[in-house]
């Protein structure tokens, strides 16, 4: 994804699902590491803004 400007409470996808069976996440935290919660189990996972850029899949809401 080319969208380097994300905000708190945007709704992603990402393209590996995660083991609860959801892909779908909301961005809780952004910086230098952006902070993502699981929309199906309620988990916080901190991921390099790099990488997570590399992760997305699209963008839901913003």
Known sequence: MENNNYQL???VT???V??????DW????VGVD???KCL???RIVSIP???FNKKIKKIITL
Not at 26 to 29: L, N, P
């Open 9 to 11: 409470g945007t709704k």
């Open 14 to 16: 990402m393209k590996k």
């Open 18 to 23: 995660h083991p609860c069976g959801s892909s």
């Open 26 to 29: 909301e961005i809780v935290r």
């Open 34 to 36: 952006i902070k993502i």
């Open 40 to 42: 199906g189990c309620g």
């Open 49 to 51: 803004r790099i990488e």
